[in-house]
């Protein structure tokens, strides 16, 4: 079913719908031909609802950081082009400004896991001609990348489909910072993600949204050493600096460097998903913790950014967990290869054992020295998740974790039984 063209509404009806003033849409009409509305035998302007649509297309490619001439050029490159801007089922599907997020939400995942990138563009488009920029951002991308992290875990979604999603999704919101407002207040914030951590759509998220409250954001992006960090405060002068880790390797790496900017005057705030799931790990960083969302790191940074109190109740790291987490470092290699040979031994096939080996060693050592080795239960659901995307039993994990266990006795031999043990406390527990 295709979008009325039939003039019908006024000026007035067109303005609230749209949001757009006045003088703007005339300007658009007569410097763009474009919308072009009919005109009643007394001369007033008459639209249909495709011309309230194009409107909000054109209002959309403004909010992604094009020009409204760039955004009419592009128009009528697709209109030459032979393609409709405005395709009807997705109109149709998101068509009113009471459009249920939840609905919307599910389309854009529709979309994406058919790796229909037009499509997915499209429903985004009248998301956020129909609601505020904040809220689609966290009612439909964020919370659409976490439920396709859950469909990878089900075994609902490939590695391809999510790893498409996160790309369409940060693009995303780089054009929307590309968009941004220039900063009206004096703070400076550094946002960046821990040694380690790759996963960068939440604090890339939050630059953007604390852009949108007029404050100054230098990002990093992925992966951001300590080396040299030192030399980046100086340049920069950050009011605060906000760090963020989602997995169990990459919040080691954040204790590591939180300790590292504080000794250097930094003042630091961290958050992510891992500290959602395992809370005892908050008092093992030295630094504040921003809360369990987007909403609640907002409000923590407004805070923070007025105070300088440090953080309170954090544990120190025994030295018999960083002694033990030394030594099995010093014998994962040996670790690895005796786990390796028992697994496939076993039959567990090679290019599951490969990857949880990996994976396995790097948050034992993590968790050690992080001084909390109970945060390993919650690792335990990727590889559970790991298996079921290689289309093996759960079961096979108990195997597997029966050999790993094995392979730490004979390298370590009493020295490592803290660790054995506590692996074996999770065989059949699930």
Not at 230 to 253: D, F, R, Y
Not at 313 to 327: A, E, N, R, W, Y
Not at 359 to 374: H, K, P
Not at 388 to 409: C, G, M, N, T
């Amino acid at each position: 079913m295709s979008i009325s063209t039939t003039p019908t509404f006024n000026l007035k009806v067109v303005l609230k719908e749209t949001g757009l003033a006045a003088d703007t849409l005339r300007a658009w009409e007569r410097r763009y031909g474009l919308p072009m509305p009919e005109r009643t035998p007394g001369g007033h302007r008459l639209y249909s609802q495709r011309d309230i649509e194009t409107i909000k297309w054109l209002m959309a490619k403004q909010r992604e950081g094009l020009s409204i001439s760039r955004a009419v050029d592009l128009w009528n490159e697709l209109s030459a082009s032979g393609q409709d801007p405005l395709p009807a089922p997705v109109k149709q599907m998101i068509s009113t400004p009471s459009a249920n997020l939840d609905a919307v939400r599910q389309a854009w995942l529709e979309a994406c896991l058919n790796f229909n990138e037009n499509t997915a563009e499209q429903v985004l488009n009248q998301a956020f001609a129909l609601h505020p920029l904040e809220t689609v951002c966290i009612e439909v991308l964020q919370r659409g990348l976490s439920e396709i992290g859950e469909m990878w875990y089900r075994a609902e979604a490939s590695v391809q489909q999510e790893h498409f999603t996160a790309a369409l999704a940060q693009r995303r919101l780089d054009a929307l910072i590309t968009a941004a407002p220039p900063p009206t207040r004096p703070q400076t914030i550094l946002i960046g993600c821990t040694p380690g951590e790759q996963h960068t759509f939440t604090p890339l998220l939050l630059s953007l949204l604390l852009r949108r409250r007029g404050l100054k954001v230098v990002y990093l992006g992925a992966n951001v050493p300590i080396q040299r960090f030192n030399e980046t405060l100086i340049s920069v002068k950050p009011h605060l600096i906000i760090l963020s880790a989602q997995q169990l390797q990459s919040a080691n790496g954040l204790r590591e460097t939180a300790a590292y900017l504080n000794a250097n005057g930094g003042h630091v705030a961290y958050g992510g998903r891992v500290f959602n799931q395992i809370p005892e790990l908050r008092n093992r960083i030295p630094a504040h913790f921003l809360g369990d969302s987007i909403q609640a790191a907002i409000q923590s940074t407004e805070t923070l950014l007025t105070s300088d109190i440090s953080p309170e109740g954090i544990v120190p790291v025994s030295k018999q967990d960083i002694d033990l987490s030394k030594l099995f470092i010093q014998n994962r290699p040996m670790i690895d290869t005796y786990a390796l040979t028992q697994a496939v031994k076993i039959g567990i096939p090679i290019e599951f054992s490969t990857i949880a080996i990996q994976q396995l060693g790097s948050d034992i050592a993590s968790a050690l020295s992080l001084g909390y080795i109970e945060s390993l239960a919650t690792e335990m659901e990727w590889i559970k998740g790991l298996l079921q995307e290689h289309s093996h039993s759960v079961e096979s994990l108990d195997s597997f974790l029966k050999a790993y266990a094995k392979s730490i006795d004979s390298a370590m031999g009493k020295e490592g039984q803290p660790i054995s043990t506590w692996i074996r406390t999770q065989i059949g527990g699930r």
